[in-house]
């Protein structure tokens, strides 16, 4: 089905789309399934894991400060996998005014499309398998 709802995802949570296929279960919020930075200064997303998502497709087109698309800024044990992105797929986040972006580490993606552009910011560290990225920055 599709859903117009916008989750974002915490400590020690996962979401799941039961469809047979990531396109059975699809956001069409502006922001989608999302997990932003644990702490808006420098550290960034170094403090945001233990949480995961898969199976589902996300239209997500939020105009986030780096970028518009689905934003996955995590560290370690936050897997993205089997997911369909539309637009970009963000890797970290900008806060204004703190003049660095926040950094991130650590990432899994598996079986990841993303339509757009991969924008990895400061990530570091990630391991990607079976994905197909459009454009990167």
């Not at 997303?45 to 996955?72: D, H, I, P, Q």
């Amino acid at each position: 089905g599709h859903y117009n709802a916008s989750i974002p995802v915490g400590f020690y949570t996962q979401v799941l789309g039961l469809g047979e296929v990531p396109g059975a279960v699809v956001f069409t919020s502006a922001k989608g399934v999302y997990a932003e930075e644990g702490d808006y200064g420098p550290a960034g997303a170094l403090c945001t894991f233990w949480r995961s998502a898969e199976n589902f497709r996300t239209m997500a087109n939020y105009a986030w400060v780096v970028g518009k698309g689905m934003t996955w800024a995590v560290s370690q044990a936050a897997p993205l996998r089997r997911v369909e992105v539309d637009n970009n797929l963000l890797l970290f986040e900008y806060q204004p005014p703190i003049i660095p972006a926040g950094m991130s580490s650590g990432g899994y993606m598996a079986n990841v499309k993303v339509g757009a552009s991969l924008l990895t910011g400061l990530a570091s560290d990630n391991l990607n398998r079976a994905r197909h990225f459009v454009g990167s920055e």
